[in-house]
């Protein structure tokens, strides 16, 4: 099993830039990819952004490109998602997800993912 525990969600006006970390635990050697998906309340999940754990090679959705920079610390076995400048429409969950296949990270459905983190909320006003 693997643990994902995110972290650095919060309040920030528009405009404005966060960066939210998702911290591995336990079988990490088994992914191969892991990304950021997103819920707003009564919308389904989304796709965010993604990494091949071992090439590094990312994959963003159109909404976020330009924006948001998805990376990682291998020593740490940490993924970041650098959100910047924000825009109201950003506020979800943010949840990081983690698969044990690497085509995964250009695969947008949640279910393309493994393991999940618990959430972390972000809201952006206007």
């Known amino acids: 099993q693997v643990q994902l525990v995110e972290s650095g969600g919060g309040f920030m006006q528009a405009g404005g830039s966060l960066r939210l970390s998702c911290a591995a635990s336990?079988?990490?050697?088994?992914?191969?990819?892991m990304g950021w998906f997103r819920q707003a309340p009564g919308k389904e999940r989304e796709f965010v952004a993604a990494?091949?754990?071992?090439?590094?090679?990312?994959y963003y959705a159109d909404s976020v490109k330009g924006r948001f920079t998805i990376s990682r610390d291998n020593a740490k076995n940490t993924v970041y998602l650098q959100m910047n400048s924000l825009k109201p429409e950003d506020t979800a969950v943010y949840y990081c997800a983690a698969s044990r296949y690497s085509g995964s990270y250009s695969d947008t459905r949640p279910g393309a993912y493994d393991y999940w983190g618990q959430g972390t909320q972000v809201t952006v006003s206007s």
């Open positions: 990494l091949n754990w071992s090439n590094a090679r990312k």
């Open positions: 336990g079988r990490t050697f088994s992914v191969y990819a």
